[in-house]
């Protein structure tokens, strides 16, 4: 385009120049002399010149637009100062799946011969935020071909990872009818070490294929793992509240969360850390129970929530439902997604949170049991029921609706020996006197 319009500037140029020889009289012979120009034949020759010169400048500003339209801008380089630092622009939102900084955290579904793992299952993928930051391990105890195939129909959207001994496990005679429990043990055992060893996950959740999650669960999950890594005074995180039921918990509290002595299971979440100290001495059967011990837990707390972010469904199993009729089928599963993640959960720290709690127990009045059950209750303020041995503690519990049994002599969701509920929707803390010293494992 620049050429033809050079071009066109030139042979225009040339057109003139002949028209301008050409015109009569303007080129006299030399046997004739040159005649004066008359002022007014002067006057329009400038003039056709200029209106000429002009439409030449037309052309040119035409082609000039033209070529910039077609011709691609190369990019401008920055100057120096842009160079040395980058300007700042408005970070766009990240999608869950974009973030590579949050931490990933598997969980880890232990599956035996229940075709209703589908029921855990649909929830957990339901609720989950981010496939990438929480991958869905399954792993399959029994061999059972029907529970097999329901796990593989989820495809790639969960890890389907097998328990390659099936064999009955050699045990005691007395303990031939607790068969299931060291089958149990013996799959926590390799399922873990597959999450830990194998994959070198940092940290994982544990769920049975009994369970249902709540909408928060991942939420809440994500929440207290900084937790664990900072306070090496905790030890797990569980999204189980053992006395849980619905009326002894304030679902408009949802958000509350407590240190508590008591290991909870039903969806808990553990580090590699903790892993490494327990793989070695994992025991043969009844590994929960085995947790609570004093040697195991080593004076370390759990979190756990006000309202349960799990409830089981599992009537059936090893377990032949002791406690499901009395009290699990009646826990309330939390329905209000809580942004956890927004929040300061540093007063779960124990520097921060022992003393606040203990002084919030210890400035309750105390009450008694039949001043507690008066229609209507004179107060709406928190109050303190102290027992002072293992019988008292277990008929309050029994009398408030709690489960009273005891493990290495800690109360399910006790700190301290102290356990929160609410009672005709008032808070009730049940505790020892204040000056407990510690739990006394003969109470189990």
């Not at 399910?412 to 356990?419: I, Q």
């Amino acid at each position: 385009l620049a050429l033809l319009g050079a071009g066109l500037f030139l042979a225009w140029n040339g057109l003139l120049l002949l028209f301008l020889w050409g015109r009569p009289g303007s080129a006299p012979s030399p046997a004739q002399p040159r005649p004066r120009l008359l002022p007014a034949q002067l006057l329009q020759l400038a003039q056709d010149a200029e209106n000429e010169l002009r439409l030449q400048r037309e052309l040119l500003l035409q082609i000039q637009r033209l070529q910039r339209q077609k011709t691609p801008k190369k990019p401008q380089k920055p100057p120096l100062k842009s160079l040395q630092k980058p300007p700042q622009k408005t970070p766009r939102p990240r999608r869950e799946d974009e973030d590579e900084e949050s931490p990933v955290i598997p969980v880890l579904v232990l599956a035996c011969d229940r075709s209703s793992v589908r029921r855990c299952l649909d929830k957990i993928l339901r609720y989950r935020p981010s496939a990438r930051r929480f991958p869905v391990i399954v792993s399959q105890d029994c061999g059972h071909a029907e529970t097999a195939a329901v796990i593989a129909s989820y495809g790639a959207a969960v890890a389907h990872i097998r328990q390659p001994e099936l064999a009955d496990v050699p045990v005691p005679p007395e303990h031939r009818k607790f068969q299931g429990y060291y089958k149990i043990s013996r799959h926590y055992r390799w399922a873990l070490g597959q999450v830990f060893r194998t994959f070198r996950y940092r940290a994982a959740i544990v769920v049975e294929d009994d369970l249902e999650v709540a909408p928060d669960f991942f939420e809440y999950f994500q929440a207290v793992l900084p937790l664990l890594e900072e306070d090496r005074s905790l030890w797990c995180a569980s999204a189980w509240n053992d006395n849980g039921k619905e009326g002894l918990v304030d679902p408009a509290k949802a958000e509350l969360l407590y240190r508590t002595d008591f290991f909870p299971g039903l969806g808990w979440l553990l580090l590699a850390e903790l892993w490494d100290e327990l793989e070695p001495k994992w025991p043969p059967a009844f590994w929960d129970d085995w947790m609570r011990q004093p040697e195991q837990r080593r004076g370390r707390a759990c979190v756990r929530p006000e309202v349960s972010r799990t409830m089981t469904f599992g009537r059936k199993g090893v377990s032949h439902g002791q406690f499901y009729d009395q009290y699990l089928k009646f826990i309330k599963l939390n329905d209000r997604f809580v942004p956890f993640t927004q929040m300061d959960l540093s007063y779960l720290k124990k520097e921060l949170y022992e003393p606040s709690f203990l002084r919030q127990v210890y400035s309750a009045p105390e009450t008694h049991l039949e001043e507690l059950q008066k229609d209507p209750p004179g107060d709406s303020g928190p109050v303190r029921l102290q027992y002072r041995g293992r019988d008292s503690f277990k008929a309050l519990a029994k009398a408030l609706g709690l489960m009273d049994d005891l493990k290495s002599g800690v109360p399910r969701a006790g700190y301290r020996g102290v356990v929160s509920l609410v009672c005709r929707g008032r808070r009730v803390f049940l505790a020892p006197p204040s000056d407990w010293t510690g739990y006394d494992p003969s109470w189990s």
